[in-house]
């Protein structure tokens, strides 16, 4: 995407300041939830419109009244009555986004935030710093042009704190004395030092081309030649460090000079050495010392370069004319106007006072009377009559003459000297404020460039970030139409699959209805057969009865069996002839199937089983079938139920856990008569465990789950958001008391364990009255120690907990889980203890050692603070995916020390609105899924680690599951 320019900040200077600005609570109350979606499609589209534009303050601000006004709509009855309406009308992804980009807003306006202040600040102390050196300046410059030209007098052979120069004088004491150790910085071109150079003291060479601004100490030193090197380090054992060059005193010691450059290294940059004195300039350079010292130098017939500060001097010299008097006619003189001589031949305090005060324009006047101009006269050169005589008082009145013009002339030249430093003190001033003025704009435009690389570097970073966000966005949707491609194939197979199985189920039945007819028709075809066979006896023997009948005809009747007897007749069958009939009846009865017969007292019994719970078909899971794999089927979201969503995937990926529920342990321990949940939580659990792991279903809804969940703590009962870390804490309460043998059994005997230590006993004592698989995963044993501030009484108590609530610094962005877990053990200070030694309320300090660690570590980054509003801290976490605890036990040679990570709960966004997620290490296949409510997908080892990591689950390497093999 191209880059956008962000805009400068400039509604607030911190993310409080923008709090103001969204809080809309109070006019959307009221509102109708169809009214509120059409205002937070506008905030929307403002909100995206601000973030194109690059104002990033605004942008933030819409987006945060965009979610609250979402929130209120989702809190609103009429969202609970036209909940998937209004998910249309909201848009399925827009919510997640804009949380998305709020994310990173708040975090890209705190890291401007923080740079704006300090910039601010910055730039304050340097305008304060600013100002106290021009005021020092301008006061040292009053100094200079107020104290005399002499050499100041030494204090305890130091010069005074206020000094900026030394005299050759004062050094050459000091250089004799021996008490001082002085380090001498030459600033001059290495040539000129080479050619000649100072033979006392420490004197090392630092070339004027490498003092350049903005260089500090350490950078200065690099350059350095080889041989000053030695001494340059050594100068914090300095008891003075004095300056020179060819030329510089006090007066022309300004900034943009080179000594001044080297002396504001040596005093701002150079923070690793504290000088004992601020460091000096040789007053005059080293003109001035070879002047004064040549023999202390190793070549004193060195020519200096020429001065360019003398120029003005040489200039204001060059207009002075000189009269030429051997020239001059000769005057008449005038004895009688000849003034009184002195007794010393000198002039008068009077004639010299007079001298002093005399003007310019007076100087001028005298000047231009008493030497006229000769050119009129050099045309009309008269030889004048010479008076032999009158030489001595002519040569006495041109003497006099000459020393009063010569005082006039020095008179003038003071007067004049004084005009020019008075100019040259008003141009310093003005070339000082140019350079402050330049100074400031340099600093100004090298702070904004500054900051506008470190904002193109920002942007640079977000637009990356961005793009790698849009590629794996894109990527995701790729993985997702890929596997939704292969989940559609592997329906279709599964469904060609199911109707061959039913194809070939019907085809079997087909044949086993043919082969159960065949047997029929066989068996009706073999009992006809018998049939005929019996009837074909039967007639045979009555054919045979027929002729024994037609045979003895006329000799006797005999009656057959169903005949009625003669009423007169009383004879009998004679036995001699066989009854027809009684066989008759007798090959009827051998045909007949005999009735079986059943004895009761051998009938098995049947073994009771035990009802297992379906959970598909006994729970309101609505469902929705596609076989993704044991264990990673989604959880639909009930409004605002991805915290506890998140949890109970975490819940799901707990090996021992899953088998416990899937295998049926958990039902020999169901306690029903304990006096929180009887039972129905663990049920209830048990069963959403057992679906997910079912390899049924593509998602389900734990309805029933959240239902008994808000029969027993009405906080979960309605669809606001919840923290899922106190939703952890009160749901492993809840299966420890269901799953509790302990609770239903008479308290175990009290045994002796005077033996034991303290943390042994109470140890002891806890697990005793808690049995449970909860206890044994989760439960681990901490030592709490409360020493006295006064007197430094410790009280200690052993406590279990199930989850590690770790504290996050205040003063970074970033941090490692081994600093949280060593600020959770640091102490912190509590007041209002009743202290047992001193009878009376004291402050103390509490502290926490880990004892005993559990098979399951939960630890919880606690991000949630409250500081007169509840805020998250955005810090990012760094945690390892093998986390050794052997450095944090009180006891050395525990059990468990060792853990692999196996399960995230991600929070994203802030208090007023956030959503859930989950990522967790399938146990069966080895691979991290990311749970996002009812989306499951397989994510990348590098994808697992975020800012947003809210609870960490770690497994102990050490803890073995009973039952599993592997």
């Not at 008068?348 to 005060?357: E, G, K, L, P």
């Not at 007798?586 to 009771?608: A, C, E, N, S, Y």
Request: hydrophobic share 30%.
């Amino acid at each position: 995407m191209p880059e956008t320019k962000l805009k400068p900040l400039y509604i607030g200077k911190s993310i409080s300041d923008l709090k103001v600005l969204y809080n809309v609570d109070e006019f959307i109350k009221g509102k109708k939830a169809t009214m509120l979606c059409n205002s937070a499609d506008k905030l929307l589209e403002t909100a995206k419109k601000c973030r194109r534009s690059g104002d990033e303050e605004l942008s933030y601000v819409q987006y945060m009244k965009y979610l609250t006004v979402v929130t209120v709509i989702q809190k609103s009855h009429e969202y609970q009555k036209e909940k998937d309406y209004l998910n249309n009308l909201l848009g399925s992804q827009n919510v997640k986004t804009a949380l998305d980009i709020t994310e990173k807003l708040a975090i890209s306006l705190e890291q401007r935030y923080k740079l704006l202040n300090e910039q601010q600040k910055i730039e304050a102390e340097q305008l304060v710093e600013e100002e106290r050196e021009a005021m020092e300046e301008l006061k040292r410059k009053q100094v200079n042009l107020e104290k005399p030209t002499e050499d100041t007098s030494l204090v305890n052979g130091m010069p005074g704190a206020n000094d900026v120069s030394i005299s050759s004088r004062q050094l050459y004491s000091l250089l004799n004395e021996k008490k001082m150790n002085i380090l001498i910085l030459d600033s001059r071109p290495a040539t000129c030092y080479a050619e000649s150079r100072m033979t006392v003291g420490n004197c090392i060479n630092v070339p004027e081309k490498i003092v350049e601004a903005g260089r500090s100490a350490a950078a200065l030193e690099k350059s350095l030649p080889p041989e000053s090197k030695l001494a340059w380090g050594k100068r914090k054992d300095a008891d003075l460090v004095v300056l020179l060059d060819w030329f510089t005193t006090e007066k022309s010691h300004q900034p943009g000079t080179n000594l001044y450059t080297l002396k504001s290294i040596l005093i701002k940059w150079d923070p690793d050495i504290i000088y004992k004195s601020a460091p000096l300039i040789l007053e005059g350079g080293y003109e001035e010392w070879l002047l004064k010292y040549p023999m202390l130098t190793t070549n004193s017939q060195v020519k200096p370069p020429h001065n360019p500060g003398l120029s003005e001097m040489d200039d204001l010299l060059d207009d002075v004319e000189y009269p030429n008097l051997m020239d001059a006619s000769q005057p008449v003189i005038d004895r009688a106007s000849k003034p009184p001589s002195c007794a010393s031949g000198s002039l008068t305090a009077d004639s010299m006072n007079s001298v002093q005060v005399v003007t310019q324009d007076s100087v001028s006047e005298v000047h231009s009377k008493v030497f006229s101009s000769s050119s009129d006269r050099t045309s009309s050169i008269v030889r004048p009559s010479v008076d032999r005589g009158s030489k001595a008082a002519a040569l006495q009145t041109y003497k006099e003459r000459s020393e009063a013009v010569t005082e006039l002339l020095r008179a003038k030249g003071l007067a004049i000297k004084s005009q020019v430093m008075e100019e040259s003190k008003l141009e310093a001033d003005k070339e000082w404020e140019v350079l402050r003025i330049s100074k400031e704009k340099e600093a100004e435009e090298e702070r904004t460039k500054l900051l506008q690389n470190r904002e193109e570097e920002l942007l640079l970073s977000i637009s990356k970030l961005e793009e790698n966000l849009q590629a794996e966005e894109i990527e995701k949707q790729l993985l997702k139409d890929k596997l939704e491609h292969s989940k559609q194939l592997e329906e279709a197979a599964e469904k060609a699959q199911s109707q061959k199985k039913e194809a070939e189920a019907k085809e079997e039945d087909v044949k086993q209805l043919v082969k159960e007819q065949e047997g029929r028709k066989a068996s009706e075809e073999r009992q006809r057969m018998k049939d005929a066979e019996q009837t074909k006896k039967l007639e045979e023997e009555k054919q045979k009865e027929r002729e024994s009948q037609e045979h003895e005809k006329g000799t006797y009747y005999t009656q057959l069996k169903n005949d009625e007897p003669s009423r007169s007749g009383i004879m009998k069958r004679s036995h001699s002839s066989p009854n027809i009939a009684q066989l008759v009846e007798d090959l009827d009865v051998g045909v007949k199937h005999k009735p079986p017969q059943f004895d009761r007292k051998i009938k098995p019994l049947q073994k009771p089983q035990p009802s297992e719970i379906n959970a598909a078909r006994q729970r309101d899971f609505s469902a929705v079938y596609g076989n993704k794999g044991h264990g990673i089927t989604g959880l639909k979201n009930l409004g605002n139920t991805c915290y506890m969503n998140s949890i109970i995937q975490c819940i799901n990926n707990t090996t021992p856990l899953v088998r416990y529920f899937c295998l049926g342990d958990y039902h020999e321990d169901v306690n029903h008569h304990n006096n929180s949940t009887q039972g129905e939580v663990a049920e209830e659990v048990a069963a959403v465990v057992r679906a997910l792991w079912s390899g049924e279903f593509r998602s389900i809804t734990c309805r029933d789950l959240k239902r008994v969940v808000g029969q027993h703590r009405k906080q979960f009962q309605g669809y606001e958001q919840q923290d899922s870390h106190e939703f952890f804490t009160i749901l492993m309460d809840w299966l420890h008391e269901d799953l509790n043998k302990r609770s239903r059994k008479s308290p175990l005997k009290e045994t002796s364990n005077d033996n034991l230590s303290p943390a042994d006993q109470a140890w002891d004592k806890f697990r005793r009255c808690n049995v449970s698989l909860i206890r044994n995963l989760f439960y681990g044993q901490q030592k709490s120690t409360v020493r006295c501030c006064k007197c430094s009484e410790e009280s200690e108590t052993y406590e279990a907990f199930s989850d590690l609530s770790l504290p996050l610094p205040s003063s970074s962005n970033k941090c490692s889980l081994n600093e949280c877990i060593k600020l959770y053990l640091y102490g912190e200070k509590i007041s209002g203890w009743n202290c047992p030694s001193c009878k009376e309320k004291r402050d103390a300090i509490k502290k926490f050692d880990i004892q005993k660690l559990p098979p399951i570590l939960v630890i919880h980054l606690n991000r949630f603070y409250h500081d007169g509003w509840w805020r998250k801290r955005q810090t990012y976490v760094d945690f390892p995916f093998h986390l050794d605890m052997s450095q944090f036990t009180l006891v050395p040679g525990q059990r468990y020390v060792s853990y692999d990570l196996y399960g995230i709960s991600n929070h994203y966004g802030t208090m007023e609105g956030g959503h859930y997620t989950a990522y967790c290490k399938n146990a069966e296949y080895g691979k991290w899924y990311k749970f996002d409510d009812h989306e499951v997908s397989e994510i990348s080892n590098n994808s697992v680690r975020s800012g947003a990591a809210y609870i960490l689950f770690y497994s102990s390497v050490e803890y073995k599951v009973p039952g599993n093999s592997s």
